[in-house]
């Protein structure tokens, strides 16, 4: 793993390990996979120096622009049920720090991830987030998540890390035929939803009440 210079690689390693048996113990993390992923992906490297202290406490961070980083067990979450394969093709709407195109990258090894950020500060934070963990295929576009990316649609699977009241018509048309679309959908509270696109439409496969995320703008 890669940690960032003058901090206590073995001090972050003890407090990620603890991390990862939280996550477990409560049910988010039961992939291996993605828990290598993780492991791969220091948090700390993807947050504000002033916030690295409760990089690996299971709690969403502040970053800037009234965004956060979310949960580390909602990330987990969230990538396992995207249920990744290599060389897949992944829009995800929402950058914010690019933790999680970080772990998406990994997964999905010489595929690629595009991620649209509205905030041009938070995509260049992103961007030297991933430049200094040397991920190369991961694409950030400042721009509107709403409308998605049609020029490299279609899509394998797509992740939006914002709360919608209702998933965007233009990421449904995105999807490819068989693959996953993962969003918070609601007001105040929100449901995390995971559809497929079928022949016969969309068929909703899980669905799970709780959670609260930033809106999509």
Same mark, same amino acid.
């Given at each position: 793993?890669?940690?960032?210079?003058?901090?206590?690689?073995?001090?972050?390693?003890?407090?990620?390990?603890?991390?990862?048996?939280?996550?477990?113990?409560?049910?988010?993390?039961?992939?291996?996979?993605?828990?290598?992923?993780?492991?791969?992906?220091?948090?700390?490297?993807?947050?504000?120096?002033?916030?690295?202290?409760?990089?690996?406490?299971?709690?969403?961070?502040?970053?800037?622009?009234?965004?956060?980083?979310?949960?580390?067990?909602?990330?987990?979450?969230?990538?396992?049920? =995207? @249920?990744?394969?290599?060389?897949?093709?992944? *829009?995800?709407?929402?950058? #914010?720090?690019?933790? !999680? +195109?970080? /772990? $998406?990258?990994?997964?999905?090894?010489?595929?690629?991830?595009?991620?649209?950020?509205?905030?041009?500060?938070?995509?260049?934070?992103?961007?030297?987030?991933?430049?200094?963990?040397?991920?190369?295929?991961?694409?950030?576009?400042?721009?509107?998540?709403?409308?998605?990316?049609?020029?490299?649609?279609?899509?394998?699977?797509?992740?939006?890390?914002?709360?919608?009241?209702?998933?965007?018509?233009?990421? =449904? @048309?995105?999807?490819?035929?068989?693959?996953? *679309?993962?969003?918070?959908? #609601?007001?105040?509270? !929100? +449901?995390? /939803? $995971?559809?497929?696109?079928?022949?016969?439409?969309?068929?909703?496969?899980?669905?799970?009440?709780?959670?609260?995320?930033?809106?999509?703008?």
């Amino acid at each position: 793993m890669k940690f960032l210079k003058n901090n206590n690689p073995e001090n972050y390693i003890s407090k990620l390990e603890k991390l990862i048996d939280v996550m477990k113990i409560t049910g988010f993390l039961n992939d291996s996979k993605v828990e290598m992923a993780i492991k791969k992906t220091p948090r700390h490297n993807f947050i504000p120096k002033s916030k690295q202290n409760i990089a690996y406490e299971n709690v969403p961070i502040p970053i800037m622009e009234g965004q956060t980083i979310s949960q580390p067990s909602v990330v987990s979450r969230m990538t396992e049920w =995207l @249920d990744l394969k290599e060389d897949q093709k992944v *829009l995800e709407i929402g950058s #914010g720090s690019g933790w !999680q +195109s970080a /772990i $998406l990258s990994n997964l999905v090894s010489h595929g690629k991830i595009f991620t649209i950020e509205r905030h041009a500060k938070l995509a260049s934070f992103a961007k030297k987030n991933l430049e200094k963990m040397r991920i190369k295929n991961v694409t950030i576009i400042h721009g509107d998540g709403n409308l998605g990316l049609p020029r490299e649609s279609p899509f394998d699977r797509i992740i939006i890390t914002a709360a919608c009241k209702t998933i965007p018509s233009a990421l =449904l @048309d995105q999807l490819k035929l068989g693959g996953l *679309l993962l969003a918070p959908v #609601g007001n105040e509270f !929100q +449901s995390l /939803i $995971l559809i497929k696109k079928t022949f016969g439409g969309y068929k909703e496969l899980k669905k799970q009440e709780g959670y609260i995320f930033v809106p999509l703008l």
